[in-house]
């Protein structure tokens, strides 16, 4: 029986399965973060780390066969090296001695757990976004991923933002009234929207906190607000136009191809899976917008499986 690790290492936090050549998951663990472009090398590999505990703590020493993992910010070659050497490094993967260890993009693992295989395309738009696809030619093509201050268009931090933005612009007169303004002050016990200003700048809050307040614009779209709700049909152009990129870039109309849709920003009350695929359908007839089958950690579990 061989015995593999799965790894989702996100925006938001670290997922980690032991997985057996059966698929079957037999420990899971869940830590913090590990985009290394955001929060750093050290944070990130403290996070693997205790996802890898976690997940192997109820096992009797198993041998770990292979490791894959799928990092948010690992885009690049050059990244994936600094990456995996130090990881390779660290006493817990030394320990364990994987024969093979993988290191790739967080959207290929996400493509593989939440389709099963690895034709198709994933729509990832959690605290970040980036679209990648794969075709039965094994050629691929990816949009976006450039980060939050480059790109991200259509994740919860770009929603948060545009939705701050818009309440402190209603606020000044500069855009029609919008129930966000009351929204955030209750969320963030404000005694006034110009508060804002000591949350966002002076409590050192990172990209992750600020797209925890995405739900608030969801919440505010979903009661009717007019803004809001223009904030989440922006989000969705962006990303039904950066997955028309991928598909008239790899794809052709020949058989039905599967967009999975993963992220919590697809997860919200607004229906904005709905509205993405409405759109999308639009354009491509023969697509099929799905939830994910599995989640991402299991995607990286399936490849590492495929490793052997």
């Given at each position: 029986?061989?015995?593999?690790?799965?790894?989702?290492?996100?925006?938001?936090?670290?997922?980690?399965?032991?997985?057996?050549?059966?698929?079957?998951?037999?420990?899971?663990g869940e830590a913090g973060p590990s985009n290394y472009q955001s929060i750093?090398?050290?944070?990130?590999?403290?996070?693997?780390?205790?996802?890898?505990?976690?997940?192997?703590?109820?096992?009797?020493?198993?041998?770990?066969?292979?490791?894959?993992?799928?990092?948010?910010?690992?885009?690049?070659?050059?990244?994936?090296?600094?990456?995996?050497?130090?990881?390779?490094?660290?006493?817990?993967?030394?320990?364990?001695?994987?024969?093979?260890?993988?290191?790739?993009?967080?959207?290929?693992?996400?493509?593989?757990?939440?389709?099963?295989?690895?034709?198709?395309?994933?729509?990832?738009?959690?605290?970040?976004?980036?679209?990648?696809?794969?075709?039965?030619?094994?050629?691929?093509?990816?949009?976006?991923?450039?980060?939050?201050?480059?790109?991200?268009?259509?994740?919860?931090?770009?929603?948060?933002?545009?939705?701050?933005?818009?309440?402190?612009?209603?606020?000044?007169?500069?855009?029609?009234?919008?129930?966000?303004?009351?929204?955030?002050?209750?969320?963030?016990?404000?005694?006034?929207?110009?508060?804002?200003?000591?949350?966002?700048?002076?409590?050192?809050?990172?990209?992750?906190?600020?797209?925890?307040?995405?739900?608030?614009?969801?919440?505010?779209?979903?009661?009717?607000?007019?803004?809001?709700?223009?904030?989440?049909?922006?989000?969705?152009?962006?990303?039904?136009?950066?997955?028309?990129?991928?598909?008239?870039?790899?794809?052709?109309?020949?058989?039905?191809?599967?967009?999975?849709?993963?992220?919590?920003?697809?997860?919200?009350?607004?229906k904005m899976q709905e509205r993405f695929a409405t759109s999308i359908v639009?354009?491509?007839?023969?697509?099929?917008?799905?939830?994910?089958?599995?989640?991402?950690?299991?995607?990286?579990?399936?490849?590492?499986?495929?490793?052997?």
């Amino acid at each position: 029986m061989n015995y593999v690790l799965g790894i989702d290492g996100g925006g938001s936090k670290t997922v980690c399965v032991l997985m057996d050549d059966n698929r079957q998951v037999l420990g899971r663990g869940e830590a913090g973060p590990s985009n290394y472009q955001s929060i750093g090398i050290a944070a990130t590999l403290k996070s693997i780390k205790s996802a890898i505990q976690e997940a192997i703590e109820i096992t009797n020493n198993v041998k770990i066969s292979a490791i894959c993992l799928g990092l948010a910010g690992a885009g690049r070659a050059a990244d994936i090296e600094i990456i995996k050497k130090l990881i390779q490094e660290l006493p817990i993967v030394r320990e364990l001695q994987p024969a093979n260890f993988i290191i790739c993009n967080d959207a290929l693992i996400a493509l593989l757990g939440g389709i099963s295989h690895d034709v198709g395309i994933v729509v990832a738009a959690g605290t970040g976004s980036i679209i990648f696809g794969r075709n039965h030619q094994g050629k691929t093509k990816r949009v976006g991923g450039w980060g939050y201050i480059l790109g991200d268009e259509g994740s919860a931090y770009k929603i948060a933002v545009a939705g701050m933005q818009a309440a402190l612009k209603a606020y000044d007169g500069r855009e029609i009234s919008t129930s966000l303004v009351e929204d955030f002050k209750q969320h963030l016990s404000l005694t006034n929207i110009e508060d804002l200003i000591e949350v966002i700048y002076r409590r050192g809050w990172g990209v992750k906190e600020i797209a925890a307040l995405a739900p608030i614009v969801d919440f505010a779209a979903a009661s009717g607000d007019e803004i809001a709700n223009q904030i989440i049909d922006n989000a969705v152009n962006e990303l039904v136009k950066a997955t028309s990129t991928v598909i008239e870039a790899i794809f052709n109309s020949e058989s039905i191809l599967e967009v999975v849709t993963t992220g919590s920003v697809w997860r919200g009350r607004c229906k904005m899976q709905e509205r993405f695929a409405t759109s999308i359908v639009r354009y491509f007839s023969f697509v099929r917008v799905i939830y994910p089958r599995h989640e991402p950690a299991m995607g990286a579990g399936l490849l590492a499986l495929q490793s052997l």
